[in-house]
């Protein structure tokens, strides 16, 4: 080679995504021979801070691991800690807990569709840039997230990092008439999501698929979100909770502060909306399905930028159901249920909007939380992020690299990471040889 030259781009603080973390793209010859995710957010050490303290307080401090999906790390540590202590948690408390979910559903998806990922198609800088041309886009995105967030403030306590559950139940079951003043928001975000799914599905999307084994949470007759008995993927897997381990590792790798989560076999896969889609599309609500029909999005889609259509049809789904719910909820002649620690281990699963989240505890016979282990969805999906860059710029190398950058950003948002979870994003450093 007679000549060399590096090349850095550097975008200091990327909106859109959370956390903090740096891209790196080694080009030689016309041909992509490094791509790495840096990740170099500190680590927070969360499940050191769990160690030592009693297996009912995991719910509350989990929930602080994330300001956006603080209902899915509850609700994996609630159902690994009545797991190993042999409680099931069923009937209208049980229904309560979805609500408060798919209100973090709804909150979490309307951010994410219309104020992180909109605006790349659209070809904005940022939510704000794209009100003024889109102001409409931009209300009903707010009306949508306060929709979830009232969700969240009923039947959590709070919205963000929700006070009401608890190992065996919830704390306090809320009346049916305070349920009932959630209804009319709820019905005009219905609305607003039937129309997202129209409004997305126009997008212009680059035409790239990934062949790759998509994994989520089963459950029959429901959409995974809360639970799930069985875990499922698209090239045959089928595992009951506590057999995770047995078939995904993490491991460390130098450039990253997060692990990196693949299948034991070395495999790849990834987790979230298309798994969810792919796996369960009979499940979604028959409005949501006719929704997806009428746009002719159909099982499995394997765009990875198409995920955000996909993503406004579970904002369908989680209004539809979170109706549902309200409309057959009665109050429960008791909250919760007095759960006695035991020793053992314990495993969680549940469906956070950004995919599958896994929690395992060890916890001895007076419930002392002894070991503590999670695996947020980012960290699976880490080596499904860098090889669709990685064959995103080999598609892409005649752009300048400021485009190259905006590009590469674009597909990281396509998973809607929460790099905070896993350990801000990005820095990107593009070396052309």
């Known amino acids: 080679m007679s000549e060399s030259r590096t090349k850095t781009i550097r975008t200091d603080t990327l909106a859109r995504v959370e956390g903090e973390g740096a891209m790196h793209v080694r080009i030689e010859s016309g041909r992509v021979t490094e791509v790495e995710l840096r990740i170099y957010e500190p680590p927070r050490f969360f499940e050191a801070f769990l160690r ?97 967030n009232e969700v969240m403030r009923v039947v959590g306590g709070r919205e963000i990092h929700p006070v009401n ?92 502060h997060a692990l990196h989560s693949l299948r034991r076999d070395g495999g790849s896969y990834l987790v979230g909306p298309l798994a969810r ?34 993503r406004a049809v579970e904002l369908v789904h989680a209004v539809d159901e979170a109706l549902a719910l309200i409309a057959a909820y009665e109050e429960p002649d008791a909250p919760s249920v007095t759960v006695e620690p035991r020793a053992g281990v314990g495993h969680g699963v549940s469906e956070a909007p950004r995919g599958l989240l896994y929690h395992r505890y060890k916890v001895d016979a ?17 080596t499904a992020i860098e090889a669709d860059l990685r064959a995103v710029v080999e598609r892409s190398l005649d752009l300048p690299d400021a485009e190259l950058s905006r590009r590469c950003e674009q597909t990281i948002r396509n998973y809607d990471p929460c790099i905070s979870c896993a350990t801000h994003f990005l820095t990107l450093e593009v070396e052309r040889c």
């Open 165 to 256: 559950l608890r190992v065996g139940g919830v704390h306090r079951a809320p009346s049916k008439r305070a349920l009932a003043t959630l209804i009319d928001g709820l019905e005009r975000a219905r609305e607003i999501a039937l129309d997202a799914v129209t409004l997305t599905a126009g997008l212009e999307f680059p035409d790239y698929e990934q062949d790759i084994e998509l994994v989520a949470l089963a459950e029959t007759g429901r959409y995974p979100i809360d639970a799930g008995p069985r875990i499922v993927s698209t090239a045959g897997l089928e595992i009951t909770p506590p057999e995770y381990p047995d078939h995904f590792v993490e491991s460390h790798v130098p450039w990253s």
């Open 52 to 148: 030592g303290r009693d297996f009912s307080e995991a719910v509350d401090i989990t929930s602080r691991i994330c300001g956006i999906c603080p209902v899915a790390y509850q609700m994996s540590a609630v159902t690994a800690m009545e797991s190993l202590c042999g409680v099931t948690v069923d009937g209208q408390v049980r229904e309560l807990r979805r609500l408060l979910y798919c209100g973090e559903w709804i909150e979490s998806h309307a951010l994410h569709v219309f104020m992180l990922h909109a605006p790349d198609f659209l070809g904005f800088d940022s939510a704000v840039a794209m009100a003024r041309d889109h102001p409409l886009v931009v209300a009903n995105a707010l009306a949508l997230k306060k929709a979830g």
């Open 366 to 382: 007076d419930g002392t939380i002894l070991e503590a282990t999670i695996i947020p969805p980012t960290s699976q999906n880490q």
């Open 277 to 310: 889609f792919a796996t369960s599309y009979e499940q979604l609500t028959p409005l949501a399905r006719e929704a997806a029909a009428a746009v002719g999005l159909h099982p499995p889609e394997r765009n990875p930028f198409r995920s955000i259509v996909v």
